[in-house]
């Protein structure tokens, strides 16, 4: 049998485990969980949105399978199997429409549930993920039947992962991804209620969802008294759940964020390349894309996905990661539109790409201990690490040769205008920054196949291979 590994931070979730057999996904489930699967996999709703993709693909298997496996993974009154995810990532490197579709998918499943007398427990943004751009709920034991009476428990959850991260954006045009980098549990309403003063207390939404909610953390935080039991005495019912569902659901889809330009979101729209060059560049990626069929592609400075889209028509899935929040906006509302399964839009700065988190380092993973790639992309992108972010060449070069994948790098010398314009303004203390210093790190660590200079454009393609693997 293949390696058997648990999630780390499974151990947050008491109902249930995820492991791994290889590439396989299962989660082990207690006896409570296990009455509740049997319910719910008889639901139409639940059916219906796992045929359309809205949940991740689950069944149950046979426990026998496990009985070899190590002891903290034995012993679960049942068992299901989830069909992976190509690729995990967390709220805090998505871009604002993708936090507000999932936002969106979240309510909306729970209003259907709701319709079958079931409900989402949880309501945590890092229950969703993505298949290219289509968001997939994946936390199966988050659904449980509703009990008459009983108030929907996650909805503060869901302000402080959703909607708070999304009003500070759309309100205030504050990134939301530092704040849920930095709290694993969101943003508090205290916090936010902190931020909304004045008159931008009667913006939309403000006083119901924030100022009101962080009064009644004040007062449940001075009261023994079972706020729950209280509202089950006070006749709260399944009604009351589904007008506070359809109202958020309405007013997250209100919600926009209206910035319009960024540094570089408009870096495709420039003409960097001579006569026939972009081509050229073009035949270059397309040429060693097709050599092979990839399973996973990073294309780090991805921008608005021009070279990404080329090279997904070999690969099962490419990660567009860029740091430009604007860029990645507008690459994930193009694949939302042509409904791309393929490319997964991240925002991602390599100069302080997200970090492990939670408990011990476990519960989100960093970036390059999720899955690495078998070919990388990294085109147009090494000036502004080295220049832009302050990295020594060579340290660019051995973090890349840590992916151990194979390398499409463009190199931009110092006279090409884009540089130039990195070095407005600064002393030029890059010395490290030149071609012969490039082309001795790479050739340390990888085999170069093939290069193409690009004409007069001071730019230089290389195709490379590691040395080990």
Known sequence: MKEMRAEPGSFRDRQGRVFYIGNQVFRGLSPTALAEWEALSRTRFFNVAMSQGHVVATERVDPDRFASAPRDLQGWAGYLTHTPISFVSYPYEWSFSMLKDAALLHLNLLAQALQEEFILKDASSFNI?????????????????????????GYRQFCQLFLYPLMLQAYKDISFRPWLRGRIDGVEPDTMANLFHGCARFKRGVLAHVVLQAKLQAKAGDTKRNVRSDLKRAGFNKTMIEANVKRLHRFVERLTWRASRSQWSHYTDLDHYAGQEKQAKADFVRRVAATKRWAMVWDIGANTGEFTRLVAEYADCVVAMDADELAIE???????????????????????????????????????????????????????????????LTEFIGWLAGLNSALIIEFVDKQDPMVQQLLRNKD??????????????????????????????????YFARPNHG
Not at 133 to 150: C, L
Not at 370 to 386: F, G, K, M, N, S
Not at 431 to 440: G, I
């Open 129 to 153: 993920q993505w298949r290219g751009a289509q968001p997939v709920f994946i936390d199966i034991p988050s659904f449980e039947r509703w009990s008459p009476g009983e108030p929907w428990s």
């Open 428 to 461: 030029d203390v890059y010395d490290d920054y030149d071609e012969d210093v490039f082309r001795t790190a790479l050739a340390g660590s990888f085999k170069i196949a093939e290069t193409q200079t690009l004409g007069t454009s001071r730019r230089t393609l």
């Open 330 to 392: 507008r690459l994930y509302g193009a694949l939302r539109e042509q409904r791309d399964s393929r490319i997964l839009p991240l925002l991602v700065d390599l100069a302080d790409a997200s970090p492990a988190l939670g408990w011990r380092g476990l519960e989100r993973k960093s970036l390059t201990q999720r899955r690495l790639p078998q070919l990388t992309l990294c085109l147009a992108l090494i000036h502004h690490i080295v220049i832009g972010a302050n990295i020594p």
